[in-house]
């Protein structure tokens, strides 16, 4: 019929900002450029993106020799009223980790 990437949604779970911001989390010191080409984005999205998330208290921007490093705020707390009890370093720690290494969902082994 057609190929894989006409059959894919034209929707995805994460946004661009939460895919930024995952990016920024996992390398600090990553520059925007990469970021875009992580993200499949123009680099003028991504600086875009990144004044919001700065706007919003969501991370910082600090310039270190020629290059800006991001920090995370700790603590920051989800936008949406059904998350704002949530932390957004929950997301980014579900994502540091390698997927299939989740640990908790192993089943118990009895013992005889």
């Not at 990469?34 to 600086?47: H, I, N, P, S």
């Not at 936008?79 to 929950?90: M, N, S, T, V």
């Amino acid at each position: 019929m057609g190929d894989a990437a006409s059959a894919q949604a034209p929707w995805t779970f994460l946004t661009s900002h939460a895919r930024v911001l995952l990016t920024l989390a996992r390398d600090p010191t990553v520059r925007l450029r990469d970021v875009a080409e992580t993200c499949m984005l123009t680099e003028r999205t991504v600086q875009s993106i990144v004044a919001d998330l700065e706007g919003a208290g969501y991370l910082t921007r600090v310039r270190e020799g020629r290059r800006n490093h991001y920090r995370i705020t700790p603590g920051a707390k989800f936008r949406h009223p059904a998350e704002a009890d949530r932390d957004i370093a929950e997301l980014l720690a579900l994502f540091a980790r390698e997927p299939g290494t989740a640990g908790s969902h192993r089943p118990e082994r009895r013992q005889a």
